[in-house]
């Protein structure tokens, strides 16, 4: 091994390996079935992969402009114009990225300065701690409490000072499904009226929504919209994680200070799956069934499952299905996972790991973005346990 004697001041003391990374990592090395990383384990969708062939024989191969190329820009204005009646200028207010958490990490680094506070609901995404870090900027957390992990408004508002730059939201909502409804979207508006607050919004599972309810993008909230980064993930949308490709949605002035970073970060973004996905968009059926087709998968796991004693929290959103193993055991999550790994064959996340402090509500997050036959399986092995 190659050593390096110096001091290294980390920015990220604290820092490890992520828990998808480290879950996967476990599941292979026992060939346990996986469902802890979220990431689909069935075949996209071969039209769209003959669209990416047929753009890279085409000769598109080379870098695409900084901002994404303009057609995928377009047709991404006129898909949130007719979900939530918004219009973003294609030139100026959306951004093709190199994923969600290239969004996230840009967009945190624009606006975060040294001591600025940034408001996150815990359990959080992993990304969103660190990147609010790098920057000198300062997490404050705001619980989700179980059962159903609802915003507590009347907190957040003591928590928002002078020094409070940027509140983070997400929904549908990783790990836990739950959604955000109109009236957490009117307090907001209202709680960061006449500040200078932006709202940082992760909607990578927009399509993913059950039992008719709707998705209450910023989008759909103009006052709010104008402070607003609204983030999307075409890994989430055409079950394709590998891809890497995303965008962001925010007003001029702010995208204008987005791709001052963006341009310095990745710069562009893979050019002939930007030309396949902009075509692949053009048929609404491409995404409009996404809601059912994962409710489906959510059933055939409950259904699979109900007779174990993992007690079930509704998930209305996400890949994602929570379970609570109370009834089972008393260890921390993180033990129970590994047990779950070395002694049955079946991976899932620890809810604590989305803490920023040590917690056990005896909860582990299931990803069932997976084959029927895969969660048949997966059932089979909950209900022996
Ligand atoms: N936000 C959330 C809530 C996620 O679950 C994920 C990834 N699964 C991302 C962002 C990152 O998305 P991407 O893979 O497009 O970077
Ligand atoms: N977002 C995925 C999840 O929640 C994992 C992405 C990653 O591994 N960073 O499982």
């Not at 919209?225 to 055409?238: N, Q, W």
């Not at 692949?280 to 489906?296: A, H, R, T, V």
């Not at 890949?319 to 996972?337: G, H, K, R």
Request: aromatic content about 12%; charged content about 20%; glycine content about 4%.
């Amino acid at each position: 091994m190659i050593q390096f004697d110096g001091e290294i001041p980390s920015k990220l003391s604290q820092i490890g390996l992520s828990i998808f990374a480290v879950m996967s990592k476990l599941a292979n090395d026992h060939g346990a079935l996986n469902l802890s990383q979220g990431f689909p384990n069935f075949p996209i969708s071969e039209k769209l992969i003959s669209r990416v062939n047929h753009f890279m024989q085409q000769g598109f191969n080379q870098y695409a402009p900084m901002p994404g190329i303009k057609p995928l820009r377009e047709i991404i204005s006129e898909k949130v114009f007719n979900s939530h009646q918004l219009r973003y200028d294609a030139e100026e207010e959306i951004t093709i990225t190199a994923g969600a958490t290239q969004a996230l990490y840009t967009a945190i680094t624009a606006f975060i300065r040294e001591g600025d506070e940034v408001i996150i609901f815990e359990p959080a995404y992993d990304s969103y701690a660190p990147a609010v870090k790098a920057c000198g900027g300062m997490v404050k957390y705001a619980s989700l409490a179980s059962p159903d992990f609802k915003i507590n408004w009347p907190l957040v508002r003591q928590m928002v000072t002078n020094s409070t730059r940027m509140i983070i939201i997400n929904s549908p909502h990783n790990p836990t499904g739950s959604l955000l409804n109109a009236n957490d979207l009117v307090e907001l508006e209202r709680l960061t009226r006449q500040t200078d607050i932006l709202v940082l919004s992760d909607e990578v599972y927009e399509h993913l929504i059950f039992e008719g309810k709707t998705h209450e993008s910023v989008c759909r909230y103009p006052e709010l919209a104008s402070r607003s980064l609204v983030v999307a993930s075409f890994g989430k949308t055409f079950h394709a994680t590998g891809w890497k490709v995303g965008y962001i949605l925010a007003p001029a002035r702010l995208t204008k200070e987005f791709r001052k970073l963006h341009q310095f970060i990745v710069f562009a973004v893979n050019t002939p799956i930007q030309y396949a996905i902009a075509e692949y968009l053009q048929d609404k059926e491409n995404y409009e069934q996404l809601g059912s087709f994962y409710q489906k998968k959510r059933d055939i796991f409950l259904e699979n499952i109900k007779n174990s004693r993992f007690k079930v929290v509704p998930s209305y959103g996400t890949y994602f299905q929570l379970l609570d193993y109370s009834e089972i055991s008393d260890l921390p999550e993180m033990e129970f996972a590994k047990q779950l790994v070395v002694d049955h064959g079946i991976a899932a996340v620890p809810v604590a790991a989305f803490y920023n402090q040590q917690n056990n509500q005896r909860l582990l997050r299931f990803c069932f973005a997976k084959t029927d036959e895969t969660l048949i399986k997966a059932g089979e092995i909950l209900c022996r346990i």
